[in-house]
């Protein structure tokens, strides 16, 4: 791993390879190896996007109604911002308008499409019922300020023998005052708005989900997982945070390469 995209002076890498599992993996056990599907949703906002606070709002109510669904948002340029997010947008190369969101990366002919708020129910069920032949397991360790990552990857499909993974810390809730934090609302006057009489900009607005930091590489990092296995390892330092260890979330995405423009195969969180 070359590096590339890794937040300076936050952790040391610990990648290893494949280990072994003591006891023998025949084919009819791999076959046998279910694993849960986990969505992610990516929506792109600025707090300059009278438009978004609806989207925030329906994105957190299906996370909040189905626990297989989790986000990330990307914001695109103010204190709220992470440089990934530009990375991102240069890979996908397109007109980005908000709100508007990735869902598990899906692909279509021109690359990773972007989905509006009233396709995401949708969207997720669609994704929910693909086959997931990758298990995304998260487990953590704290040791005074080094809090030390653990990613364990496991495959059913024989085809798959390396996979990008992708692991990002988030704050969970952020608020803040003036420009930047207060979110611009074109739902004041509308009564049917779930943001209705809070002001053309609402203050004190609850950003959610912000990225704050990237483990991996920005393309993510290549696993091996020719025994159908492989695990990836990162001590953080969390003296890096600017708040409690307690208040962020480690989200960890896999893919069939490590490229920003590959589909997510799944997922995984764990709360810090």
Not at 28 to 55: H, K, N, Q, Y
Not at 125 to 131: H, K, N
Request: proline residues 3%.
């Amino acid at each position: 791993m070359d590096g590339i995209g890794v937040d300076d002076n936050c952790c040391s890498l610990r990648k290893s390879p494949v280990e072994d599992r003591l006891e023998i993996i025949t084919s009819d056990t791999i076959r046998a190896i279910e694993f849960e599907r986990m969505v992610l949703l990516e929506p792109f906002t600025s707090t300059s996007c009278g438009a978004c606070p609806l989207a925030h709002y329906e994105i957190e109510n299906l996370e909040a109604t189905n626990e297989n669904v989790m986000h990330l948002t990307h914001y695109l340029f103010g204190p709220l911002h992470h440089e990934y997010t530009d990375y991102v947008i240069e890979r996908v190369d397109k007109t980005l308008y908000t709100p508007l969101s990735f869902i598990q990366r899906v692909n279509g002919d021109a690359g990773v499409v972007y989905f509006g708020m009233d396709r995401l129910n949708e969207m997720v069920e669609g994704v929910e019922r693909d086959a997931v032949n990758l298990g995304v397991t998260i487990e953590t360790n704290l040791d005074a300020q080094d809090l030390t990552i653990d990613v364990l990857l496991e495959s059913n499909d024989v085809s798959l023998e390396s996979i990008g993974l992708t692991v990002l810390i988030v704050e969970d809730l952020v608020t803040g005052e003036g420009t930047g934090y207060d979110q611009r609302n074109y739902g004041n006057e509308d009564e049917n708005h779930p943001y209705f009489e809070q002001g053309e900009y609402i203050e004190g607005f609850e950003h959610t989900n912000v990225i704050r930091h990237v483990l991996s590489g920005f393309e993510g990092d290549e696993v091996n997982i020719e025994s159908h296995e492989g695990r990836w390892s990162v001590i953080f330092d969390t003296d890096n945070l600017r708040s409690d260890v307690g208040e962020y979330t480690v989200i960890a995405f896999a893919t069939e390469s490590a490229r920003v423009g590959s589909p997510i195969l799944n997922a995984g969180k764990l709360s810090l």
